[in-house]
Every structure is written in C-alpha cells, then in structure tokens.
C-alpha cells in the first residue's frame, strides 16, 4: 500500500486544510498584538505562535497521512525516508509578525519520493493563498499564475534575503553584486513569500546564500509550475540551502553575480 502512489489533489486538499486551520489561530495573535515570545536572538524571534500553529498543521497532516514522514521547522523530522514527506514552516516571517508587520505567511510542501510534488503557501494576512501540484500548473486564489517575462536585469526587481549563520563577506559580496545590476532589490522578512511573488510576477527573481529548506519547499514547485526556475545547493549545515530562484529569462544571469552558486552540487531536497 505505501508504494501505491497517493491521490495528488487529495494532498493539496489536505495541504490547503491545514494551512487554512493553522491561520484562524495566526490571524487572532497578529490582530490582537498577542504575540508571546519564547526566545529572542540576534536576528531571530521564537513565538509560540510558531508552535500552535505546527501543532495544528502537523495533527491534521497525521490525521489524514499518518504513513508519511514530516520535517518541520519546530519539531525537527521524522520518518524522512518514507515515500511521501510534509515539509512544514508554519510562520514564515516570525520577526516580521512579532513587531505586526503584515507580512508572513505559512508555507506546506509534500514530496514524493524526494520530489516536491505539492506546494501551499498561504499570506494569512491578504488571504492570498498559492497552490501547486505537480505537473498541473500554479494558482493564486484558484486563478492560474506565471512568472514574469523580464529579460533585462536591469529593469528587474528581485527579493533578497540574509541567513544569519552565512559568512559576512559572502552575503555582503552577492547583495552588492547583484544590486549593482538590477533595478532594485527587495528585502521582505517572508522568504516563502518572496518565492510565491516570483511565482505570480511581483518579483522576477528571489536569492539567500542561507536558507532552510521549510522556507522554500513550497515555493520550488509553485514557481516551477509557474513556468519558473529554482536551483537549491546544499549547505555544510542539515536542510540548509542556497537558493536562486526567477524566471528562465534571468537565472544564467543572476548566477553570474553571486558567489558561492555551483549548479553542479545540486542535490535532492531531503
């Protein structure tokens, strides 16, 4: 029964479920400046608005696929060489929600055998919800999306974000480099909306020299299915990546300013 390869609209149902769920309770906090914070760091915030909202995604996810292995920002993985594996964020711009910045989102991805094959990125906030399965095109609201058509760097606008456990000098030298040549880079809190605005044409490209893979499982398949390109590198650290991600216009020539991008250490996700 576990080889039998599951229902794929089935899985976004169950995807769409859990985000939706996890929201009423994200959505509540956020309005009613609730926020309780567990932990502060440098350039990091820990909510237990984080953790509830897991708590409801991942209960709702076992509850309908309690076969399939999940790796979640909070609650760490279990069961990653399972056929099917949920890839959870379940509050993605953490800081910016922190200080009722309405900005964040909740992101869902579902692999089967090491493919994303399943994608929901949900903004709690503009009720904005990006969906994807594989092989069957990217949806905003239920209305089918594409990336952007920009071929000019220079006339583009791209997301960036900062990991904080990457070396100084190799951040500082990509965002340099590439702001030299593009119209203007953003830099958004939400690395998983970032991904979903590429998806829809509000920025033709995102890039981060440090990125967890819960923060952009999700938006792959959505801006590969948006007719998109995303390249993921590994990283010395466990599911952390680089990532550029744009539309096929762009990609060969955004990689010529960043350091540190080598398409050859391209590897499965998981």
């Not at 990609?251 to 250490?265: A, D, L, R």
């Amino acid at each position: 029964m576990a080889n039998i390869i599951p229902n794929f609209d089935n899985i976004l149902d169950i995807a769409v479920e859990a985000a939706r769920s996890a929201a009423i309770g994200l959505k509540e906090t956020w309005m009613n400046s609730d926020a309780s914070v567990l932990k502060r760091t440098k350039h990091d915030v820990k909510l237990s608005a984080d953790i509830n909202s897991e708590k409801i995604i991942t209960e709702i996810i076992c509850q309908n696929r309690p076969q399939d292995g999940i790796v979640a920002e909070e609650g760490g993985e279990s069961q990653i060489n399972n056929n099917g594996i949920w890839i959870i964020d379940p509050l993605d711009g953490t800081v910016n929600f922190s200080h009722g910045h309405p900005h964040f989102c909740i992101s869902i991805a579902w692999l089967w055998k090491k493919e994303i094959s399943v994608g929901v990125i949900y903004d709690v906030v503009r009720n904005e919800l990006f969906t994807a399965i594989r092989g069957k095109g990217a949806k905003l609201n239920g209305k089918k999306i594409s990336v952007a058509n920009t071929d000019d760097l220079g006339q583009s606008m791209i997301g960036a974000g900062f990991g904080q456990l990457t070396p100084q000098s190799e951040e500082k030298n990509n965002f340099n480099n590439l702001s030299a040549e593009v119209q203007k880079l953003r830099i958004s809190g939400s690395a998983a909306l970032d991904m979903a605005y590429v998806a829809c044409g509000r920025l033709d490209a995102y890039v981060e020299s440090s990125i967890f893979v819960w923060d952009v499982a999700a938006g792959t398949v959505i801006i590969e299915e948006a007719g998109g390109k995303v390249c993921l590198w590994h990283k010395e650290k466990p599911f952390m990546r680089k990532c550029i991600a744009s539309n096929k216009n762009l990609f060969s020539k955004i990689i010529e300013y960043q350091v540190g991008f080598n398409p050859t250490e391209i590897k499965p996700l998981i």
